[in-house]
């Protein structure tokens, strides 16, 4: 079970929260099977919380049934003091062929406070998540992943003033050591802002995808692409402009960068038998941005 910021995940085969009911990392679907199992979410704090589920199928948001609930995207649960709550998934219509598969879960979604110390306890702790590797039918490999020369769409490389760790730094200017908090915008303003990310130690292999409102969205207004894959010796850092359109919709938007790392690499090397990797496996992300619009 995956324990963040005072809430834990666990993706299990009954509604019973012991390891023996765990998903295997690996799971093998006939043409046409559902993938099905359940989600375990256990807020292990003094107050009452609201949590946000989606998921996601090679690093594209897709509905699935969550509780009993089919054809959203977006489920929000809510949680008392110290409650364990067991939800039914299912997701249907899986191609044939191999697949990364990931629930995630965020904590305290819709608190649109503007306070700084809530924005920076948003870094890193108020995301959970669960990934597996799917195959349907007769196949057992990932897919095979082209990478972004990420120099070429960096604007500088950055130095030692970046903070350490991996994933995903936002800044309002290049290669900064000044994380981006909050913002009054206007309603259909063209927002820049920076993506710092890199790695420390170890050589990555990673994916990236911008949400607003919990919704992906291209890195920059004039792409497609709802996720980059990229890769990082040590020691390696960039700044990466990115930008987006300001809703019209009047109070506090979320923006946020998810960080997944290793993409479509496989987690077992036999069934329960758990790959180890050089750096930890699971996706972080970065601040929750508080664009106010007024």
């Known amino acids: 079970m995956a324990g963040l910021e005072g809430f834990g995940i666990a993706l299990l085969d009954a509604p019973i929260g012991t390891k023996e009911h765990g998903m295997r990392k690996a799971q093998f679907l006939k043409p046409g099977e559902n993938l099905s199992g359940y989600l375990s979410v256990i807020n292990q704090m003094h107050d009452a919380y609201d949590y946000l589920i989606f998921c996601l199928l090679d690093y594209k948001q897709v509905s699935f049934t969550f509780d009993n609930e089919s054809g959203q ?3 929000k649960i809510h949680l008392e003091p110290y409650e364990a709550g067991f939800y039914p998934f299912e997701l249907n219509e899986i191609e044939e062929g191999g697949h990364d598969f990931e629930i995630v879960v965020i904590f305290r979604p819709y608190e649109q406070s503007l306070n700084e110390t809530f924005r920076r306890s948003t870094h890193g702790g108020h995301l959970g ?29 950055s130095g030692p003033e970046y903070p350490p760790g991996e994933g995903a730094f936002l800044t309002k200017e290049p ?20 993506i710092n990310t890199g790695t420390n130690e170890v050589p990555v292999t990673f994916a990236m995808m911008a949400l607003l409102n919990y919704e992906p969205m291209p890195i920059n207004v004039n792409d497609s692409d709802l996720v980059i894959f990229g890769e990082f ?8 402009p990115a930008s987006l359109i300001v809703p019209e919709e009047k109070g506090v938007h979320e923006l946020l960068v998810l960080w997944f790392p290793v993409p479509y690499k496989r987690l077992e090397t036999s069934p329960g038998v758990r790959v180890r990797f050089e750096r930890w496996p699971w ?12």
């Open 283 to 294: 996706t972080t992300t970065s601040t929750r941005v508080g664009l106010n619009v007024s």
């Open 233 to 240: 010796e040590p020691e390696e850092f960039v700044a990466i």
């Open 175 to 194: 290669c900064s050591a000044k994380p981006w908090l909050t913002e009054d915008v206007e309603p259909g303003e063209l927002l820049n802002y920076i």
């Open 129 to 157: 998540s669960m990934r597996l590797n799917l195959f349907v039918g007769n196949y057992s490999d990932l897919p095979v992943v082209n990478y972004t020369n990420m120099s070429a769409i960096s604007c500088c490389s």
């Open 73 to 75: 995207i977006l489920h």
